[in-house]
């Protein structure tokens, strides 16, 4: 069976810094690109990051550039997001994604999605 498991949420004030990761079982992605997405209460879902399993190339969210980054264990089959310098407007629960061959940044381009793991930033 093909999953996408996120963890690593929660609860940080303003400034910290959270990881994320994105366990993938099922299948193998190495020939695919791998996003994370977000979703704020009330707003749709939105482009974070995406790289392809490789990283020869990545795409970064204008807002989250320089605070966040992308990374991949291919041993462990695992993608994570690391952010850094968290803002009350990164509240949101984050979702991991995978697409064989995406169009654009849309969530429509993406085949597999995880479950989303909340992340809560205060002031």
């Known amino acids: 069976q093909v999953q996408l498991v996120e963890s690593g949420g929660g609860l940080v004030q303003a400034g910290g810094s959270v990881r994320l990761s994105c366990a993938a079982s099922?299948?193998?992605?190495?020939?695919?690109?791998m996003g994370w997405f977000r979703q704020a209460p009330g707003k749709e879902r939105e482009f974070v990051v995406a790289?392809?399993?490789?990283?020869?190339?990545?795409i970064y969210r204008n807002s989250v550039k320089g605070r966040f980054t992308i990374s991949v264990d291919n041993a462990k089959n695992t993608v994570y997001l690391q952010m850094d310098s968290l803002k009350p407007e990164d509240t949101a629960v984050y979702y991991c994604a995978a697409s064989i061959s995406p169009s654009d940044s849309s969530p429509k381009e993406y085949d597999y999605w995880g479950q989303g793991t909340q992340v809560i930033v205060t002031s």
């Open positions: 790289r392809n399993w490789r990283g020869t190339t990545t």
């Open positions: 099922g299948h193998t992605f190495s020939n695919y690109y």
